[in-house]
């Protein structure tokens, strides 16, 4: 069964960088694509940055030049680093799996891990 979990969030200030990791357990394939969601309460669950073969995509305008994805095939993750980061940011973030090709559509990614809350305040 694929499994996967993030890790690394937490309190950061205004201006900061945080790096969270989406470790990946239970299948093999390269043919498969990394999602980064976030969430806050009372909002949908929205795209934010999306990793596969095909490159990364960027669903917020905002996060173009400041987050960006990197695979660590030694660990079988997927890192998400976010630098800058200001009280936008705040929310819980969920890495998803689908294969193949990067959707923005949340529906469309089969396996998730259970979120890791980033909070960016002073």
């Known amino acids: 069964q694929v499994q996967l979990k993030e890790s690394g969030g937490g309190l950061v200030q205004p201006g900061g960088s945080l790096t969270l990791s989406c470790i990946i357990d239970g299948f093999t394939e390269d043919y498969w694509a990394i999602g980064w969601f976030r969430q806050v309460p009372g909002k949908v669950r929205e795209g934010v940055i999306c990793n596969s073969r095909h490159g990364i995509t960027y669903y917020l305008d905002s996060v173009k030049g400041r987050f960006t994805m990197s695979k660590d095939h030694t660990k079988s993750a997927v890192n998400l680093h976010m630098n800058n980061l200001n009280l936008e940011y705040t929310a819980v973030y969920y890495c998803?799996?689908?294969?193949?090709?990067?959707?923005?559509?949340?529906?469309?990614?089969?396996?998730w891990g259970k979120g890791t809350q980033v909070i960016v305040s002073s």
């Open positions: 998803a799996r689908r294969l193949e090709r990067c959707s923005e559509n949340k529906n469309e990614y089969r396996y």
